[in-house]
C-alpha cells in the first residue's frame, strides 16, 4: 500500500492510496475506525461517514469547516486535505501511521516540484498528440540530415512552416535528439509566424 501526493485545487491538497490489501470501500472501513478512535475524545473534531466516504470538520467558535475527506473509488482511495488547516494533513499521517502506512511527509516546495512536473508531462503529452503527419515527415527528413531549406522544398512548405514544426519536435525528448544540430529558439522567440 502506498498514499502519494496526486494534485492540488484551490486549498484541497489530493492524496491517493493505492495497492490497498482489501478492496478500497473495505480499508475505507478500516480509515473511519482510526478517525474516530482518533477524535473520539475531541469536542472540536467530528468525524461524518456515509457509504464511499468519511469526512472530518472542525468546529471551532460556531464555525465549521471541512478538513479531511476519504473517497472509496473502485481502485484507490482518493484524500483529499484542506491546506488552510494544518490539523488535516496531521490527523491524515496519525490515521495511516495506526494503519501502519506510510503517509508521506512534503515540504510545500517538494508538492510544488510534483505539480510542475505532472503540468510538464501533461503539456508534452498534449504536445505529442498534436503532432502531424507532416512534423513526422519533418522528423523523418532531419534526421537523415536534411538542412530546413532541403525539407520546404520536398514538402513544398515554406521554411518557416518547417522550423515551426521543427520547434515542436525540440521540446520533446525523444523526438528532440533526433533532429541533428538544431537548436530551438529561446522561449521568448518560439513559435513566434514571420520573424525567422
Not at 520546404?152 to 522550423?163: C, D, F, H, N
Not at 525528448?173 to 520573424?195: C, D, H, I, M, V
Request: overall charge positive; hydrophobic content about 40%; aromatic content about 8%.
Amino acid at each position: 500500500m502506498k498514499v502519494e501526493f496526486d494534485k492540488r485545487q484551490g486549498n484541497l491538497d489530493f492524496y491517493v492510496l493505492t495497492e490497498t490489501e482489501k478492496p478500497p470501500l473495505e480499508f475505507l472501513k478500516l480509515i473511519e475506525s482510526a478517525c474516530l478512535d482518533l477524535t473520539k475524545n475531541s469536542e472540536a473534531l467530528v468525524c461524518e461517514s456515509w457509504k464511499d466516504s468519511s469526512t472530518v470538520h472542525f468546529q471551532a467558535d460556531g464555525n465549521t469547516s471541512e478538513i479531511l475527506c476519504f473517497i472509496a473509488w473502485k481502485d484507490h482511495i482518493s484524500i483529499a486535505i484542506n491546506r488552510k488547516h494544518e490539523i488535516g494533513e496531521h490527523l491524515a499521517q496519525m490515521i495511516f501511521k495506526t494503519l501502519g502506512v506510510e503517509f508521506p511527509q512534503l515540504s510545500e516546495r517538494d508538492k510544488i516540484a510534483i505539480i510542475l512536473e505532472k503540468q510538464k508531462q501533461e503539456r508534452l503529452e498534449k504536445l505529442k498528440q498534436s503532432l502531424t503527419e507532416f512534423d513526422m515527415e519533418v522528423l523523418r527528413l532531419r534526421s537523415e540530415g536534411a538542412s530546413l531549406w532541403a525539407i520546404s522544398q520536398k514538402l513544398g512548405a515554406t521554411i518557416a512552416k518547417v522550423r515551426w514544426s521543427l520547434q515542436k519536435l525540440a521540446l520533446l525528448p525523444e523526438t528532440s535528439e533526433k533532429l541533428g544540430a538544431f537548436k530551438p529558439l529561446p522561449w521568448n522567440q518560439r513559435f513566434k509566424k514571420g520573424k525567422h
